[in-house]
């Protein structure tokens, strides 16, 4: 699993005063919004005796209160209160996960060896302006890991002879700038007053948040958010925008067609991803799009101590 920022949840999912379990990372969390309407993920299990803090525990001022024997921890995960002893254990602490809201979402930051975030979550430009389109969101489920589905946008081939499109993406720039990853290509898409040349622009924060412009037709704005549940699976969150036109109708049907035709292409995807392994050494030829170079991108992202990652 790699390091980096991780969506946790839309940020509509958890109210003021409201916790959930969650599980990511192989790990059991769980996510609340504290009365100062700050999102926060902390550890499960109370170190004093295992209990699940999100299975019947409650949000107390910013913190939580612990289901089976009532302490309480504060907002950064420290025991401030035992209510039947006068003396709190040192170690009484869970452990609190960075978190950062933004573009929608709660991000929470996950680094194997307990490393501080070496970089911020991306403000996603136009998101959210009133020029666009208010989000529409999808969520998949998939069985595979966040690195094969990134590598996925960049695999130009695969979009003429598993999506069927007309023609293959021609990618015009590729570049790693430290911790991102910036693909611009090109395509050209059949339309009912013939073929237009189309522009596609990634700009990937890591493995786990980023952005997809398209232009062209239209101006569409795609923020992928692909998060480790564990080793396996990752959920995948996606949120949708498109630049409002002069005319209500057809922005509508811009937006229509441009997310099914996304969710039709990402359902073709799953069974390949699902079935297909990783190899270490692809043999890779000209016209694949820079797999190569977002391989050499992503290896930064990735710890190994004790035979975990």
């Given at each position: ?14 109210a ?7 599980r ?6 769980v ?38 024997h ?84 960049v ?12 023609t ?37 924060h ?62 073709q ?29 992503a ?11």
């Open positions: 699993m790699p390091n980096g920022w991780f969506a946790v949840a839309f940020g509509d999912e958890v003021t005063g409201q916790l959930k379990p969650i990511y990372f192989g790990e059991e969390l996510l609340f919004r504290g009365e100062d309407g700050v999102a926060r993920v902390f550890d499960a299990h109370c170190p004093h005796l295992g209990a699940h803090l999100g299975r019947g525990g409650r949000v107390e001022g910013n913190g939580i209160r612990c289901p089976f009532a302490w309480r921890y504060d907002g950064g995960g420290r025991c401030v209160e035992v209510p039947y002893a006068r003396k709190i254990p040192p170690k009484a602490r869970v452990r609190a996960w960075t978190t950062v809201e933004k573009n929608g979402l709660v991000f929470a930051w996950r680094h194997a060896r307990g490393e501080a975030p070496a970089w911020g979550v991306v403000d996603v430009p136009d998101y959210g302006s009133g020029a666009w389109t208010p989000p529409e969101r999808r969520e998949w489920i998939v069985r595979s890991c966040a690195q094969e589905l990134a590598e996925n946008s695999d130009a081939a695969h979009f003429r002879f598993v999506h069927k499109t007309n293959v993406p021609v990618t015009e720039t590729a570049e790693i700038r430290d911790h991102v990853l910036h693909v611009v290509s090109h395509n050209v898409v059949a339309t009912p007053r013939g073929e237009q040349r189309g522009r596609i622009e990634i700009e990937a890591g493995l786990g948040v980023g952005f997809t412009r398209f232009s062209g037709i239209a101006d569409l704005l795609v923020v992928p958010c692909g998060t480790p549940i564990d080793a396996d699976h990752t959920h995948m969150r996606l949120q949708f925008s498109v630049k409002k036109l002069p005319n209500s109708d057809a922005t509508r049907g811009v937006g229509k067609a441009f997310i099914a035709e996304i969710e039709r292409q990402f359902g995807d799953i069974p390949i991803w699902e079935n297909k392994i990783h190899l270490e050494q692809p043999l890779l030829v000209e016209g694949e799009g820079p797999l190569a170079l977002l391989r050499r991108w290896r930064q992202f990735y710890s190994f101590e004790r035979g975990r990652s």
